[in-house]
């Protein structure tokens, strides 16, 4: 399989805010119309597609299971076909790129790394061009994407994508892999790459952008440094840490969000004046946590099924939001739940939580197992923060290729656990 073929595969799983620049009565996912054509190249030019009948058979019996629900209880059916049909296609797509690279996580992650550095330049021309007031420079409307609020003559950046955390979503992984360039861990990437990639996370000015620079670094020093066998460690490190968390609190875009949600969340009974006085990422938070915890007190095992959150939020929004300006004009994230773990607790009920966090945390591979193949640790880890992200704010089940990363994930961890004691790694012939 040419290189350049799996690059492209790659690039587009951030390509899912580009439409076709011209009317055609609809909008037009550019990204699903390559990923088909992608499919069908990869099945007639690999000369080998290998299936692990282990997932294979995990499949089937999870699928039986979740169209089991909505036709047992009810609920919306549709809602599950259409979901189900979107995670087959985007499974399709996933399986056969992860083969094309012949299961190598390292691979992958070399022309992940080469995606980032172009999203990273593209982020930096916008800067450049938003200050300058040029505006085909840093608003690309006109090609086909979906730029959100953009606006000019501002500080925060977010290069092709709908908004600034949808890019930080994207950098997540490649910002472990930098942070621990910079710790002495990993090669790669370079030294300048890796400052670029911190650079221009840190001027998206997200939220979850500086959650993750946080979290990656706590595991990196946690992980690398024996901090909580030293007292000194523990003495230098807690007014680093409070002096930190103090720092990016003053961030105005941060501190409005956090006290928006701790008030918001704190409140005993929510009324509409405190509906409409928070900021909209938070009544999108709040608005959807209600609509979960409403649907768990009816069905806390299982949910209501796969695809139903649509159906949920519609039934229970004006129980749990009073009336408010926010409710009446806004929907937001009605079909997502605004994030993964409230979806999944809708959708799958407690066991589908579960099942995911066993997923997670099983897959995770610890600093003191990763032997000499720290890359394949550093991408792990990486891997994990941004599936740690998403199961707090991003609950879309395929959105920028969520489904490679999490296979991705997977792999990482069993070529860095086989290439241990197995000196041919994943080409030994009991890989799958």
Request: with cysteine; glycine share 6%; charged share 15%.
């Amino acid at each position: 399989m040419k290189s350049w073929i799996n690059k492209l595969a790659l690039l587009t799983i951030f390509l899912g805010n580009l439409y076709v620049p011209v009317d055609l009565g609809f909008d037009f996912r550019v990204n699903y119309l390559l990923q088909a054509l992608l499919i069908g190249v990869y099945l007639f030019s690999l000369k080998k597609i290998r299936v692990s009948l282990r997932i294979f058979s995990w499949g089937i019996g999870l699928l039986v299971l979740l169209a089991l629900v909505p036709l047992v209880k009810g609920t919306s059916f549709s809602g599950f076909t259409k979901q189900f049909l979107l995670l087959l296609f985007q499974f399709t797509f996933a399986y056969l790129l992860v083969n094309a690279y012949g299961f190598d996580a390292k691979k992958i992650a070399r022309d992940y790394l080469q995606i980032v550095y172009l999203i990273c330049g593209v982020a930096i021309l916008q800067f450049i061009s938003s200050l300058a007031g040029f505006l085909p420079g840093a608003d690309y409307s006109y090609l086909g994407f979906d730029m959100g609020n953009f606006k000019l003559h501002t500080a925060r950046i977010q290069s092709w994508f709908q908004e600034p955390s949808f890019m930080v979503y994207a950098l997540t992984p490649a910002v472990f892999l930098s942070l621990s360039r910079l710790f002495g861990i990993v090669e790669r990437p370079r030294h300048l790459s890796a400052l670029l990639i911190l650079v221009v996370v840190l001027l998206a000015r997200s939220s979850l952008g500086y959650l993750g620079l946080s979290l990656s670094l706590a595991m990196i020093v946690f992980s690398k440094y024996s901090v909580l066998r030293k007292p000194l460690y523990l003495a230098i490190l807690f007014p680093v840490l409070v002096g930190t968390a103090l720092l990016i609190y003053r961030i105005p875009e941060v501190r409005f969000r956090v006290d928006d949600t701790f008030d918001l969340f704190t409140a005993q009974k929510v009324s509409t004046e405190e509906i409409e006085q928070v900021n909209l990422s938070t009544y999108a938070l709040y608005s959807n946590f209600s609509v979960m915890r409403a649907v768990l007190k009816e069905d806390p095992v299982l949910g209501t099924g796969l695809g139903t959150y649509v159906y949920n939020y519609d039934r229970f929004i004006e129980e749990v939001i009073p009336d408010s300006v926010w409710r009446r004009n806004f929907r937001l994230n009605r079909e997502d739940g605004n994030s993964l773990l409230i979806r999944m607790l809708a959708e799958t009920g407690i066991l589908g939580a579960i099942l995911l966090l066993v997923f997670v945390f099983g897959n995770r591979l610890a600093y003191s197992r990763a032997g000499t193949d720290l890359f394949l640790w550093a991408l792990n880890n990486g891997l994990f923060v941004l599936i740690a992200l998403r199961i707090l704010r991003q609950g879309h089940y395929t959105m920028l290729g969520f489904l490679v990363m999490l296979y991705l994930y997977r792999i990482s961890y069993t070529q860095a656990r086989r290439n241990e004691s197995n000196p041919y790694g994943i080409f030994h012939p009991g890989y799958l």
